[in-house]
């Protein structure tokens, strides 16, 4: 499959990326990682990080096994565009934006489970580790204010096509923006390693 630069992975750490091998993205398109994602899986190409204690363990145990993104501290929080009551960001949105500012128009995003309904919606597959205590816990009211400045950046970044990977057993909340679309698991790993 021929990507011409114009694709990238971006990895959050919902539990439902735990169906995919990273290992068979590898090669295919950069892969911009979230935080923890060092931990399992040392190929990303970017890691982006925007919490003060995971930095702090990236800088303590990074390899120089890809670009590691630690934006300003201003740049750790949602647009001020969107709303002067900035919100604090996800490490996933920011590795979107890092992305597309490096030129990729088509971003596959795994393991971005605020989109979700249930309880799978705010699980993690670090919770409770190091860095993922119970003050880093997303709950569901979270998600609510998520997929409104997701909607806001997709409709921002009109050009860009954002396709979330999630288990088709799965129900998914509405996203408004007719960028945004959802791809199955099976579907995802089919078209990229074939």
């Known amino acids: 499959m021929s990507y ?3 694709v990238a992975f971006i990895v959050g750490n ?4 735990q169906d995919i091998n990273l290992h068979e993205l590898v090669d295919k398109a950069p892969i911009f990682g979230c935080n923890a994602l060092y931990r399992d899986f040392d190929l990303w190409n970017y890691l982006v990080a925007i919490d ?7 800088r303590k145990h990074y390899q120089n096994q890809g670009v590691l993104i630690i934006p300003p501290e201003d740049m750790r929080y949602e647009d001020a ?5 900035r919100r604090r960001a996800n490490a996933g949105m920011v590795a979107m934006r ?13 393991g971005f ?19 993922y205590g119970p003050e880093t816990h997303a709950n569901k009211g ?7 400045y997701l909607e806001w950046f997709a409709n ?11 288990p088709d057993d799965k129900e998914i909340k509405p996203i408004g923006a007719e960028n945004v679309f959802v791809m199955g698991v099976d579907t995802f790993l089919n078209k990229v390693t074939h």
């Open 156 to 166: 921002k970044y009109e050009d860009v096509k954002f396709v979330f990977v999630l």
């Open 14 to 17: 919902g539990v439902s990326r």
């Open 52 to 58: 003060d204690g995971m930095i702090a363990e990236l």
């Open 98 to 110: 890092e992305a597309i500012n490096r030129g990729h128009k088509i971003l596959y995003c795994l």
């Open 142 to 148: 979270d998600n609510y204010y998520r997929i409104k």
């Open 113 to 131: 489970d605020f989109i979700l309904e249930g309880d799978i919606s705010v699980d993690n597959i670090y919770k409770n580790t190091e860095n």
């Open 4 to 6: 011409q630069n114009k």
């Open 81 to 85: 565009e969107y709303s002067p009551n």
